[in-house]
T-cell receptor
Framework: DAGVTQSPTHLIKTRGQHVTLRCSPI?????VSWYQQVLGQGPQFIFQ???????GRGNFPDRFSARQFPNYSSELNVNALLLGDSALYLC???????????????FGDGTRLSIL | GNSVTQMEGPVTLSEEAFLTINCTYT??????LFWYVQYPGEGLQLLLK?????DKGSNKGFEATYRKETTSFHLEKGSVQVSDSAVYFC?????????FGKGITLSVRP
């Protein structure tokens, strides 16, 4: 079975541009979460979507937005890119909604975004 | 709020040495606890989990016990291998949101 797939794997943008990152969850998983991992740090929670609705948002500015489609795939959008947005963006999927403990999150390999 | 604190790294060990990586947490309610591993250039892989106090998670020779009284979830392995070299993250989950520690790099020498 395919795992969580993310595209593109690498991306280079300049300051002020916008970017769209894509994620396909494991088949049957309805929950998708996005995380930002800056070099040398642990991942930071950005968004969670479940059944196409936003169920959680981390401490990120409004430049970050996301959505989930009827097939449960998801997009993360970032506008007005800053140098500090350079990071590995990870997508994770799970079966669970709000009570996830017994349904762990499975991660993709991420999109490495570099801002010049 | 929720937070996870991991011991400072990096850690370098010889093959077959004993491994302990410390992890403590602060959380509201009753979180689930996880260890994830990240190999170079890859995403995170779930190593083990524990969902309630006194549960022991185990996988591939690694173990960790959910200690509510000390708010800890230390990772241990009796005999490490070169292939265990990676970055290890401790994490807690509340309402399907994962909060991670900073991670620690483990290097195992042949």
């Amino acid at each position: 079975d395919a795992g969580v797939t993310q595209s593109p794997t690498h991306l280079i943008k300049t300051r002020g541009q916008h970017v769209t990152l894509r994620c396909s969850p494991i088949s049957g998983h309805k929950s998708v979460s996005w995380y930002q991992q800056v070099l040398g740090q642990g991942p930071q929670f950005i968004f969670q979507y479940y059944e196409k609705e936003e169920r959680g948002r981390g401490n990120f500015p409004d430049r970050f937005s996301a959505r989930q489609f009827p097939n449960y795939s998801s997009e993360l959008n970032v506008n007005a890119l800053l140098l500090g947005d350079s990071a590995l963006y990870l997508c994770a999927s799970s079966l669970a909604g709000l009570r996830g403990g017994n349904q762990p999150q499975h991660f993709g390999d991420g999109t490495r975004l570099s801002i010049l | 709020g929720n937070s996870v604190t991991q011991m400072e790294g990096p850690v370098t060990l010889s093959e077959e040495a004993f491994l302990t990586i410390n992890c403590t947490y602060t959380a509201t309610g009753y979180p689930s606890l996880f260890w994830y591993v990240q190999y170079p250039g890859e995403g995170l892989q779930l190593l083990l989990k524990a969902t309630k106090a006194d549960d022991k998670g185990s996988n591939k020779g690694f173990e960790a016990t959910y200690r509510k009284e000390t708010t800890s979830f230390h990772l241990e392995k009796g005999s490490v291998q070169v292939s265990d070299s990676a970055v290890y993250f401790c994490a807690l989950e509340n309402n399907s949101k994962l909060t991670f520690g900073k991670g620690i790099t483990l290097s195992v020498r042949p």
